[in-house]
């Protein structure tokens, strides 16, 4: 889904595994997390393509394991 202010933005689903605290959720500001079955999840709508990379690569320094990612098409 894009945005009409902004046709790059996306809308992510980012499935971890493991549960979340609820600290971690000032830790993704503008993102829902749901906590699943031995799995959360972090979703919602960002700017573009480069802040997923960076979403992304925050993950990855936190040590997060990513089971998935689904985001819809960027409309170019």
């Known amino acids: 889904m894009t945005d009409v202010k ?3 933005s996306i809308t992510v689903e980012i499935i971890i595994k493991g549960s979340t605290s609820p600290q971690m959720e000032g830790w993704f500001e503008g993102l829902s997390m749901i906590t699943g079955e031995g799995n959360s999840s972090i979703s919602g ?3 573009d393509q480069q ?3 960076g979403l992304v690569n925050y993950l ?3 040590g997060v394991s990513i089971l998935s990612i689904k985001m819809d098409p960027i409309n170019d």
Do not use: K
Request: charged letters at 15%; a neutral charge.
């Open 6 to 8: 902004n046709p790059q």
């Open 60 to 62: 990855r320094d936190l």
């Open 45 to 47: 709508t960002l700017p």
């Open 51 to 53: 802040a997923l990379y």
